[in-house]
């Protein structure tokens, strides 16, 4: 089947400027989460969503990053006033089960966004 | 605090030779480990996870992994090393806190370079 998709690929911004960055899971994966991937670096995590709610918010960087997805699918990473730090590949990934304890499932990865700022 | 540490930049290894990439973390309980690889312009893939059970553990593209409890290590490696394994290679973590999700935390990355 389809994996997870992203757009769009790449997006280049004004410092200052909002961006929306859009996400489509692996069809009926309950949990999504958001991770930025500096260059050269590992991805970090960013926020976490379980269907519609946003359970782990802890990893975004500043109040000018918000995400949502708003009927538990399709999931939105907006943020907004792009400084030159925000440049960054931007991964979403799926996983079928919501996270618990015990939960161990794998998170499947999209392409990423590359969000470049000028 | 959970960490992964993967204390090699990039690893050479001449075709058809076996290849080893390195891996140590620090984790409070049990550690769910996983090694994702990546291609240029690309979403990480996954191609093995450590939960529970045999310490060696079978993947794709004929990767496996030896987990070393008492080494704190996650190990990834092939017998016969293929020029199109070269890529990015990321061991991570999965950490998790009551209803908070289950947050991967990844190592540095190494560029694994496979010559002919």
């Known amino acids: 089947g389809a994996g997870v998709s992203q757009s769009p690929r790449y997006k280049v911004a004004k410092r200052g400027q909002d961006v929306a960055l859009r996400c489509d899971p692996i069809?009926?994966?309950?949990?999504l989460f958001w991770y930025q991937q500096a260059l050269g670096q590992g991805p970090e995590f960013l926020t976490y969503?379980?269907?519609?709610?946003?359970?782990?918010k802890s990893g975004l960087p500043s109040d000018r990053f918000f995400a949502e997805r708003p009927e538990g699918s399709v999931s939105t990473l907006k943020i907004q006033r792009t400084q030159q730090e925000d440049s960054a590949v931007y991964l979403c990934a799926s996983s079928l089960y919501q996270a618990g304890a015990t939960n161990t499932d794998t998170q499947y990865f999209g392409p990423g966004t590359r969000l470049t700022v000028l | 605090a959970q960490s992964v540490a993967q204390p090699e930049d990039q690893v050479n290894v001449a075709e058809g030779n076996p290849l080893t990439v390195k891996c140590t973390y620090s984790v409070s309980g049990n550690p769910y480990l996983f090694w994702y690889v990546q291609y240029p312009n690309r979403g990480l893939q996954f191609l093995l996870k450590y939960i529970t059970g045999d310490n060696l553990v079978k993947g794709s593209y004929g990767f496996e992994a030896e987990f070393n409890k008492s080494q704190t290590s996650f190990h990834l490696k092939k017998p016969s090393a293929l020029v199109s394994d070269s890529a990015l290679y990321f061991c991570a973590v999965r950490v998790f806190v009551y209803n908070q999700g289950g947050k991967l935390i990844f190592g540095q990355g190494t560029e694994l370079s496979v010559k002919p």
């Open positions: 069809s009926g994966h309950v949990s």
């Open positions: 969503f379980q269907n519609e709610a946003q359970l782990d």
